[in-house]
Nanobody, 127 residues
Framework: QLQLVESGGGLVQAGGSLRLSCAASGDTFSPYALGWFRQTPGKDRELVAAISWIGGGTYDADSVKGRFTISRDSAKNTLYLQMNSLEPEDTAVYYC????????????????????WGQGTQVTVSS
């Protein structure tokens, strides 16, 4: 059974950096797209960045554009999110997710299009 396991979260000061990883294990892994979402209490999960598994095309939310970079290593079945210039507003639980069916674009933008999720990792940015 496929599983996604995130790592790399933690506490960092504003302006600092963190790198999140998401490793897939358990079965053949051939997603259409992978995404990083984040969620704060009382709010819906927000798509932060997404990447096409085959083509490598990426999407970044406006709130993180120029600061976060999504990438993947197909040989290791691993997804990454490099987060630079972190702000207190980036504090959230971050989830990686995988989609296995085609969406209208080269990535999927809605959380309901991602059936496989990791357990989440907390990122806290202090001011």
């Amino acid at each position: 059974q496929l599983q996604l396991v995130e790592s790399g979260g933690g506490l960092v000061q504003a302006g600092g950096s963190l790198r999140l990883s998401c490793a897939a294990s358990g079965d053949t892994f051939s997603p259409y797209a992978l995404g990083w979402f984040r969620q704060t209490p009382g709010k819906d999960r927000e798509l932060v960045a997404a990447i096409s598994w085959i083509g490598g095309g990426t999407y970044d939310a406006d709130s993180v554009k120029g600061r976060f970079t999504i990438s993947r290593d197909s040989a290791k079945n691993t997804l990454y999110l490099q987060m630079n210039s972190l702000e207190p507003e980036d504090t959230a639980v971050y989830y990686c997710a995988a989609s296995f069916h085609m969406c209208s674009g080269y990535v999927c933008y809605e959380s309901e299009h991602y059936p496989l999720w990791g357990q989440g990792t907390q990122v806290t940015v202090s001011s």
